[in-house]
């Protein structure tokens, strides 16, 4: 892939760790212009940082014209910022947890999708098609349900959908853009911080795996390879497509395996 994607700029919302930051050193080591967008501040060498906000239209804006000014162009956008949320039910969640994990999850990545079509079709269509990726990201979540974490599973849903959306208004509009979602399982990042404090990490690590068909988590890389591919050329007729990169945990009966200390 190494200059595969030389002369295009890429956006990646929640850049300064976990798939964000795997997804934008994948995308910076093939040659595109990385842009990582995070509240917090990115290592070097993964892009330019830009501190933003998802929940916010005007952080929106604010990128978008950044942007525009330094790079000249926008190519690709990976909506990947996000938000666990906790493990409330429908009756213990309160509503200030729903709109905090909406806004995140769901408002966010609709904000994401509205602003990068507006900045790539002020691209000049001077490569061949196609001409912009929008690479969102879900979760195993947003495939199979539970009774806990309602916010984060029906915000992840609304990703799924939004995305199949998104892709065929492009289609009709004859943009150019593909959007697809990726649905990731267990993956070794920051989310899973808290149960690496309760009971290890190789143990929680474990745990986390045994749920998994192929018998462990995935490491943040893997899913950002997967996010490359969908950036690039490579899947120049996938669109509107969720792509589970979860070990085989959707592809049967869920496996359930607690994950508390002895």
Known sequence: MSGELSGRVAIVTGGASGIGAAAAALLSQAGARVVVADLQAAK??????????????????SLLADVSKHEGRLDI?????????????????????????????????????KYAIDGMKRTAPDKPAPRGSIVNLS???????????????????????LSKSVALYCAEQKLDIRCNSVHPGGVDTPIFDPLWQMVG???????????????????????????????????SFVTGAEIAADGALTAGLMRRQPFVAS
């Not at 060498?45 to 005007?58: A, K, L």
């Not at 979540?141 to 849903?157: E, F």
Request: charged share 20%.
């Open 77 to 113: 956008m990976v909506n990947n910022a996000g938000t666990s949320g906790g493990a409330g039910s429908v009756e213990s969640t309160d509503v200030e947890t729903w709109q905090r994990v909406q806004a995140v999850n769901s408002e966010g990545v609709f904000l994401g999708c």
């Open 201 to 235: 990490r190789e143990r929680g690590k474990a745990l986390v795996g045994m749920r998994h068909p192929i018998g462990r988590m995935a490491e943040p890389r893997e899913i950002g390879e997967v996010i490359l591919w969908l950036a690039s050329d490579r899947s």
């Open 44 to 61: 070097d060498g993964m892009g330019r940082f830009v501190q933003h906000d998802v929940t916010s239209e005007e952080s929106w804006q």
């Open 139 to 161: 979760s195993v979540a947003g495939l199979q349900s539970g009774a806990g974490s309602i916010a984060y599973t029906a915000s992840k849903g609304a990703v799924r959908l």
